[in-house]
């Protein structure tokens, strides 16, 4: 992306309007970054002009202070968004390669590109290279900031937050930043906006700013880039190369009709899912109407043994009295007897035919076992 001031446009691409050193001359300089900053620590002047915003980004990540760069850019569907991050990571690419020797497609290739899909960013991550620039296109349609906590946003925020080690570029495109997770808003370096769309021109010209995050406010401040005390209001990006254009769209095709698929088999799978609950929700219904009717039948079961045990020990106590009687002793001649008959007060001594006093039959009930012997005495009486 050339830098456009207010005054006219510079040249397109920067690396072909500068003598490219010789091979001889690459091999004899150890540290290409250094070289082409101009001195021997690697460090530009206080005042370092880039001819490019490639250029800025690449100097970046290519530095010896461990830097990376996140790059978010939004802008309406169709306003060629997805265009000017290929021209980028492609600019940038080029940058790399002269500082750091190899060539572009060692950088950036159509395999550094997520389009909507996340499992393409799963499988992005795993490959993930040093030095190297990834796009992250339509990020809106895959990471909504309503499904935070999903595990495609998981993965999108473990690359967020690893990503310095690499010193790696990481574009980012979509509608609307409102639209991603808040993590991307977090860590993003650089904000950009499509202002102005030529497509009859071939160049769309971007709004870039430097996000200034304000920790205590907890707010984020965006402005301008500026170089030598001039404020960049647009950087112009071209299309990038066929060879990056007619893949893409390709790519993009098949994974719109993927992310389609998916859909649909996402919503025959939540209709199976749905199903499945409501099946499992009467199978768990029947289940505790049953365990109820068990319950229910342990209960009267339970009522009618003891109802049983009840009727047997009243009739086992009845056969006991009858059997057994009441024991009575005479206070008169002193005889002992098991009384058997139906009086309730006073019964007759066998022996004496005295009266004798009948104890409550509830309290005096006595089995033979733990009684005395059956004994008869008789007492000396004059008459």
Not at 54 to 65: N, P, Q, T
Not at 84 to 106: M, Q, V
Request: proline share 4%; aromatic share 8%; hydrophobic share 30%.
């Amino acid at each position: 992306m050339p830098i456009v001031y207010r005054r006219p446009t510079q040249t397109i691409d920067p690396l072909y309007s500068e003598s490219e050193p010789s091979s001889l001359q690459w091999d004899q300089v150890t540290d290409r970054y250094a070289a082409l900053c101009g001195n021997s620590d690697g460090n530009a002047n206080d005042e370092m002009t880039f001819s490019s915003l490639a250029e800025m980004l690449s100097r970046r990540v290519c530095s010896r202070y461990n830097k990376n760069v996140i790059f978010a850019m939004f802008g309406e569907p169709g306003s060629g968004k997805s265009m000017a991050a290929l021209s980028l990571a492609e600019s940038c690419a080029k940058w790399i390669a002269r500082f750091r020797g190899g060539k572009p497609e060692d950088y950036f290739t159509l395999d550094n590109v997520a389009v909507i899909h996340p499992i393409m960013l799963q499988d992005m991550v795993k490959r993930m290279q040093s030095h190297n620039i990834y796009i992250l296109d339509d990020a809106g349609a895959a990471y909504d900031a309503r499904n935070y906590m999903k595990q495609d946003n998981k993965a999108l925020g473990y690359v967020l937050q690893t990503f310095r080690t690499l010193n790696s570029i990481l574009i980012v495109t979509g509608v609307d930043g409102a639209m991603l997770d808040v993590n991307l808003h977090r860590t993003a370096r650089y904000y950009a906006e499509v202002s102005e769309s030529h497509h009859d021109l071939g160049y769309t010209d971007v709004k870039v700013f430097r996000a200034l995050r304000k920790y205590r406010q907890k707010a984020v401040h965006y402005r301008y880039l500026n170089q030598n005390r001039t404020q960049i209001i647009r950087y112009r990006a071209y299309l990038p190369s066929k060879d990056l254009i007619e893949p893409y769209e390709a790519l993009r095709k098949e994974q719109a009709l993927l992310i389609q698929t998916m859909e649909d088999q996402a919503e025959k799978k939540k209709q199976e899912d749905l199903k499945k609950q409501q099946e499992a929700r009467e199978q768990e219904k029947i289940r505790k109407q049953e365990e109820l009717k068990e319950k229910e039948e342990l209960r009267r079961q339970e009522k009618i043994r003891k109802q049983e045990e009840l009727k047997e020990a009243a009739k086992r106590k009845k056969e006991l009295k009858k059997r057994e009687g009441i024991y009575l002793t005479c206070p008169v001649c002193g005889y002992g007897w098991y009384y058997k008959g139906n009086r309730r007060k006073y019964a007759t001594c066998p022996d004496c035919t005295s009266n004798v006093p009948i104890q409550s039959r509830p309290n005096t009930d006595r089995t033979i076992d733990t009684q005395t012997p059956h004994t008869t005495t008789k007492a000396s009486t004059s008459c």
